[in-house]
């Protein structure tokens, strides 16, 4: 595998934990389970697919929360950011779809660590 993918898989599972965390802290094991069975039919949208369709899961954190949907957001883009080391800053007119594309940018770039690598093993 690929230092990029694995790069991704790892953002991937970052947001995943992240948004998993959150439910479960603001209301409960049970209840994150409950939103996860709801969104993938009512909304076609498994769980594992909230990194690749940031649109559609704040549609359904919306249509499910209402008003609240944004305080949850910005818990779980929290979390996220401190997941990956990275230090959250509010941006003004983002959304959580422009954080997430954001950061998943970084991860889908080569590091300059792997470009080094392949700079060396080329010679």
């Known amino acids: 595998m690929k230092t990029g993918s694995l790069e991704r ?13 959150t439910l479960c802290l603001v209301l409960s094991e049970r209840t994150k389970e409950a939103i996860y069975v709801h969104m993938e039919k009512h909304f076609d949208l498994r769980r594992e697919e909230i990194p690749r369709k940031p649109d559609l899961f704040v549609s359904c954190l919306e249509k499910i929360f209402g008003r609240a949907a944004p305080v949850l957001e910005k ?11 990275i230090d959250f800053e509010e941006k003004k007119d983002w959304g959580f779809k422009d ?8 991860a889908a770039a080569p590091s300059s660590d792997s470009f080094f690598k392949v700079c060396r093993s080329s010679r």
């Open 9 to 21: 898989e790892g953002f991937e599972h970052s947001l995943l934990d992240a948004v998993d965390e």
């Open 75 to 85: 818990m779980m883009l929290r979390k996220f950011y401190s997941k990956l080391g």
């Open 99 to 106: 954080y997430v594309i954001s950061v998943g940018r970084s």
